[in-house]
């Protein structure tokens, strides 16, 4: 009989979960020139970091999202679960999770977060004494979400998200506007389309059609008209129990067209005996405006009156941003909440926020080639090593360089100089010095540019004036 050892066991080959992903040096580099891209924005107009923790108690997170984001969580089994008294009613909970969705905190009392803006809201409350209002936030971790894994979308991925909570002034709505073009202009995503509406547009329209009980499910099917298309969401509207009559007048509203303020005055018609209604066209109106005198870079603005992302805490303005030159979905999204804390026992507390998907955007990049080369190049200056001599004089020079900032190595090891210039280029390094007992006796060095192939010789300084 064969029994497989634990070493045999070692060996198989290693794997991750799907929908997560290892990133090596380069990738990573990438990554972080989004994020400082981003976080200096950010900190321009005024935001202010915090981290909240990567769990969250299922009671926090559950109700948040709709039924759909509900099913999405990651929720964590309790810990030392197996040493309960109680494992009759472990077995029956079980037996019950298996049947159909259910919380049951003798199971799991905590999930991974879903995304950053209810674990942001319970912040609020809880430290509510220590904030100065209106609070500014920004937050940049990674999110969970147990999603069927495809291009553009994983199960472990980050966010970067910007909120101002406790003022319900449309300025913050017309500054993220502002933002989102910034950012993504800075990170030479010019051809892309903010896409904004307002729920209370979606409210108007549910109560015109005369089923203002169907909010959710109507906004949650005409989100997805991107993927569907018409006749799939007008099924999923019948399968949610929306009257036939209701789906005949919501028809003109998906074939809406012209300029932002030709559709606004349609649906002002549509929506003319809805006070709900008008009033979100009259706040969109607003923040259309005022961005147009402000002015944006390339970025187009649309209204879209299907755009509804199917979260259950917008009340307001609704926002969507998509890359128009590759096949991607939204990179940026966010809206108003406005009693998002009431929720955890902090009434009247309205906010306002997006979130950039860090992820999606580096894939879009990538395949744009955006990325800059200097944003490759982590190490600007790497010294040749002919010996041990050379080797320390080398690393006093590059003790100096990095004084002035600029990042260097000195190659570990005398071997042969084509595999310390193969290194140099496979590590995209700009400039090469090599030191031999010549230069040691001038005080010079001699440095090669290895982007042009020419080659120098001067001072130290010489070299820092030209990366500088």
């Given at each position: ?85 109680k494992k009759d009613q472990l077995r029956s909970e079980f037996e019950l999770s298996l049947e159909k969705s259910r919380n049951s905190e003798i199971l799991t009392e905590k999930a991974l977060r879903y995304d950053l803006t209810v674990p942001f809201a319970r912040f609020v409350v809880q430290n509510q004494n220590e904030l100065s209002f209106p609070f500014k936030r920004y937050q940049i971790q990674p999110v969970w979400r147990a999603d069927k894994p495809q291009k553009g979308r994983y199960r472990e991925f980050f966010q970067c998200d910007v909120d101002v909570v406790g003022s319900d002034s449309l300025i913050h709505e017309i500054e993220l506007v502002l933002i989102i073009d910034e950012v993504l202009s800075k990170l030479g ?280």
């Open positions: 009989m064969y029994i497989c050892t634990s070493l045999e066991n070692m060996s198989s080959k290693p794997s991750i979960p799907k929908g997560t992903r290892d990133f090596l040096p380069e990738v990573m580099v990438k990554r972080n020139y989004i994020f400082s891209t981003i976080r200096t924005v950010f900190e321009k107009y005024g935001f202010l970091p915090i981290e909240t923790p990567s769990m969250e108690n299922l009671s926090t997170l559950t109700g948040k999202y709709g039924e759909e984001g509900d099913q999405l969580l990651f929720k964590i089994l309790n810990s030392r679960i197996h040493e309960s008294n995503l010019t051809d892309v389309t903010i896409k904004l509406n307002n729920l209370k547009i979606l409210s108007g329209i549910a109560e015109v059609c005369g089923e203002k009980e169907k909010l959710v499910a109507i906004t949650v099917a005409i989100d997805k008209l991107d993927k569907i298309g018409i006749d799939g969401v007008i099924k999923e509207l019948r399968e949610k129990g929306v009257s036939e009559n209701a789906i005949q007048k919501m028809d003109p509203l998906f074939a809406l067209n012209g300029s932002n303020e030709e559709k606004l005055r349609s649906l002002s018609t549509f929506l003319e005996l809805s006070e709900t209604g008008l009033k979100g066209i009259e706040e969109l109106s607003y923040v259309l405006e005022n961005v147009n005198k402000i002015g944006v870079g390339k970025a187009n603005i649309e209204f879209d009156v299907t755009l509804a992302r199917g979260l259950n805490y917008y009340t307001g303005a609704i926002f969507e941003v998509k890359a128009n030159n590759v096949q991607m979905g939204s990179i940026t999204g966010g809206g108003r909440y406005d009693d998002l804390t009431g929720l955890f026992g902090l009434k009247g507390m309205s906010g306002v926020g997006i979130s950039f998907g860090a992820d999606r955007i580096y894939d879009v990049m990538n395949e744009l080639n955006l990325f800059p080369d200097s944003v490759l190049a982590s190490t600007k200056v790497l010294f040749i090593n002919f010996g041990e001599a050379e080797q320390f004089y080398s690393m006093k020079i590059a003790s100096d360089f990095r004084k002035k900032g600029i990042a260097c190595e000195v190659y570990p090891s005398s071997v042969k100089m084509a595999k310390q210039m193969k290194y140099a280029n496979d590590k995209k390094v700009p400039f090469v010095v090599m030191i031999g007992s010549k230069e040691m006796d001038s005080g010079l060095i001699t440095f090669k540019d290895m982007n042009s192939g020419e080659q120098f010789s001067g001072k130290p300084e010489d070299l820092i004036s030209r990366i500088k």
